[in-house]
Each structure stands twice: as C-alpha cells, then as structure tokens.
C-alpha cells in the first residue's frame, strides 16, 4: 500500500466482506430446461414459461447445480446443511419477471467454512436475473430487457468482514476463482459477467465492526474493485472526520473520475419479505452423500503449490505461474514424469516454461523434453550435471552459502563462477543461477 494511504488510515481501520457471486457452467438453467450457455447469444432466444416468470410455471431443481454449490462449500471447509430449502426474495425491478428471486435465506445449502484467515459466512444458491441492455433506439435512450440470462445457476459466497486491505481482498477473489475452475464448476470469467463481485466496506477507529455498511456493485475487475475500495475508505474516513454520517447505501464505481457514487439505499433483509418457495420441496442430504462428493474433490490449488515446492522443488514464484493454469500443471507433471528417463531436472522443466514459454510450442510433454534434450546436449552440458555440480558446489561452500542465507546475494555470481568451473564452462549460467537459487532455498 501506497505511504499516501498509510497516513490516511492512520486512526482508522478498512472492515471490508465480500459477496462473491458465480455462474455454474451447467448446461441447463436452475429452475428450468433452457440452456444456461447465454453469452453472446441472439437475445430472448433461451426462454421458456419458467425462466420468463409466466403464470402458473412450475420450477424443477437442477440436480448439477446442487452438486457444484456443495463441491464449492467443501473447498472451503464448510459445514452442508443435511437440510435446506429455497425461498424467495421479493424485489421489483424491470430484469426480475416474477416480482421475486428464487433464493436462499435462512438455511442456505452450506454455512461456515474458513480460507486461511478469512471467515465464510454462507454460500448459498439461487437463479440469475435477466439483462437490462441500454442503447439508443431512433434517437431516444431505452432500457431493453434480455431474458436468455434469467434463471441460470448463480452461487453466491458471503465472507465475514474479515478484510482491512485492498491487496488481500483482490488476493482472495483471484483465488476463489482458480479454485471455481479447478472444481470445473465455472469458469468464472469476470469478462463474461460469470464472476461479479461486490464488496461492503466500512471504517472503525476501535475494534468494532461497524453499524452501518456500503456496498460496492456493479464492478467488472480486480483492478477496479481494489481501486473502487481504496476511494470509498478514503470518502468515508473524510466524512468522519468532519463530524459526519456515513449513509448506508449502495455505490458504483466511476472509473474516469476515480470515485464512487450513490445509487440506491442498501436494503436490510426484511426489505425483500422472504417466505419458504412453497412450489419447490426442501433439500435433503444425508452424511455418507456428502462424504462421497468430498472425496470427489480434485487436488485444489494450495495443495498443487505445496506439491510442486516440495516434491518437484519448483520455486514458488514458478509454482504460483503453473497453478494460474490447470492445463500448464498437467502439462508440468507429464513432462516431470518423462524427466526421470531422460534425467532432466524438473527445475529446468519450470525454467523453460515460465520464462521461455517453451511448453506452448508443443501439444504433447514428449516433444518439449525432446527439444530440451538437443539444446542442451548441443549447447551445454546436460541438465543433470548441471544440477549434480550445483548440489557439490553448495555442498563444499557453507561460508558463501550461509551468506546467501543472511541476505548477502552478492555471493550468487561467486558460486555460478564455482558450478562453471566445475563444468568446465559448459553450463548454461541461467540454468546455472535458478538451479542454485533453488537448492539454496531449501
């Protein structure tokens, strides 16, 4: 964080919670049979009595939409409800045909959950809205409704108001959606409105969470969700300052002025008059079914970085590169595997990747270790002896080594001059330098 905002947060701590809201790739909407794939499609084209909110439209729960919201609560270690129901919220607004939302209340699907130090309070599931589009129409403004969005999967995360830095809350979205990708159960594309996020923000000058709250929405990126905050705990530290109330309210971000704007009172729960949705039966899950989708889960991110630091000794910034992509990991882990026969280092593997992209030249693992093995049995010595002179020199050298270790990276170009001697000048000294930077590390 910038000095400028340090002072300005001198007597003052950011309370920040989230709400995070994701579209399920599921191939039908959430009540209905529609396709839920309505990006870029011809629009009221994917719409039927449900989804339109005709009179008298039964809904039907979809089963894979149940099943990813609970994959997405057990990634996050919360507690799923052995029973829970629907209900609706009843707001009027021209993108919600039936004068209410399909969602849940008071018992959502699952509850609690921690990542790291950040509380989950819910995460619950619920239909989409349909898409107001404005345009121009012969001259005049006009506001045009498009229902192919209406009733697609949306799971809604809802952290506590853990967060009193920009940087982490933007560092926890980025992860909520590569663990959303991982699961396969969205491919939470901010672009595509299939992640939107939303943040509450307050300011406290004790230990208390505030009283009141002011939403941010209606955001379209990390980077502008971050800005969007830092503005709106510098409006509000102003205006407290000055003997003045903060409104709870909702705001939207103005990107060219740099400030947020008001645009309707925050409502409270009982604002949206929920009741049971009395057309939809309860949910009921029983211990040995959660048990089973549980044990479902792929390997999740964090696991995927500890593994690849630990057994394939990878840095960690290379890690954090490869696990940005799934596809990129698997690809890592095949041509890790083919190393063993050909006895390249899987530091190399990373090197060539992260830094020379190498991997997007070949679609299978096979070809990319071929092509490592004739750059270096033409230009250097081979990757093995390579590291075998690494593991000597740091081995023989504790002084320099010890160096290292208290901050003094000068040493670093002493022990590349040390490895080359050992190879008699053969060595490549980038592979040279990032092989030692990873054994000394260690």
């Given at each position: ?191 595509k409105g299939s992640l939107r996020l939303e943040a509450n923000v307050s300011v406290a000058q004790d230990a ?31 205006l407290l300052t000055s003997g003045e109330t903060v409104v709870q309210e909702t705001r939207g971000y103005d ?85 063993r026969e050909e006895n390249i280092s899987p530091a190399l593997i990373a090197e060539l990747m992260v830094n ?87």
């Amino acid at each position: 964080m910038k000095k400028s905002n340090q002072l300005r947060y001198k007597n003052f701590t950011a309370v920040i919670g989230l709400e995070v809201h994701i579209e399920l790739a599921t191939k039908s909407k959430m009540f209905c049979g529609c396709s839920a794939d309505h990006f870029g499609r011809p629009p009221n084209t994917q719409v039927c009595p449900v989804c339109l909110g005709l009179p008298g439209a039964l809904p039907y729960v979809n089963k894979e939409a149940l099943l990813s919201t609970l994959k997405l609560g057990l990634a996050f270690s919360a507690q799923v409800n052995n029973f829970s129901k629907f209900d609706r919220k009843h707001y009027f607004y021209a993108d919600l045909p039936k004068g209410y939302q399909i969602s849940q209340y008071d018992i959502p699907l699952c509850t609690g959950g921690k990542f790291g130090e950040i509380r989950i309070r819910r995460i619950h599931l619920e239909e989409d809205t349909a898409k107001l589009v404005h345009q121009t129409v012969q001259g005049n403004k006009a506001s045009l409704i498009d229902f192919n969005r209406s009733g697609v999967p949306l799971v809604e995360l809802v952290t506590e108001p853990d967060f009193n830095d920009p940087k982490g809350v933007v560092s926890f979205l980025k992860e909520v959606q590569l663990i959303a990708r991982y699961l396969g159960i969205s491919l939470a594309d901010m672009e595509k409105g299939s992640l939107r996020l939303e943040a509450n923000v307050s300011v406290a000058q004790d230990a208390q969470v505030p009283d009141y709250k002011v939403e941010l929405k209606n955001i379209n990126s990390f980077k502008f969700l971050e800005k969007a905050i830092v503005s709106e705990i510098d409006r509000q530290i102003k205006l407290l300052t000055s003997g003045e109330t903060v409104v709870q309210e909702t705001r939207g971000y103005d990107e060219t002025k740099r400030t947020t704007f008001s645009q309707r009172t925050k409502e409270e729960a009982q604002d949206y008059r929920y009741f049971p949705e009395p057309d939809i039966p309860p949910l009921r899950f029983s211990d040995e079914e959660v048990k089973e989708i549980s044990q479902s889960l792929p390997e999740l991110p964090d696991q995927v970085r500890k593994r690849l630091t630990s057994e394939y000794r990878v840095r960690a910034d290379y890690s954090e590169i490869l696990v940005a992509d799934r596809k990129r990991v698997e690809f890592f882990e095949k041509a890790a595997g083919l190393e063993r026969e050909e006895n390249i280092s899987p530091a190399l593997i990373a090197e060539l990747m992260v830094n020379k992209n190498m991997d997007k030249d070949f679609s299978e693992a096979a070809g990319f270790i071929k092509r490592i093995l004739e750059l270096t049995r033409r230009q250097y010595a081979k990757a093995a002896d390579v590291e075998k002179a690494v593991k000597k020199v740091v081995r023989e050298n504790l002084k320099p080594v010890a160096d290292y270790g208290q901050g003094k990276t000068a040493v670093l170009g002493f022990l590349i001059g040390l490895v080359q001697k050992e190879l008699k000048g053969k060595g490549d000294s980038k592979m040279i330098r990032d092989l030692l930077v990873v054994e000394l590390e260690k």
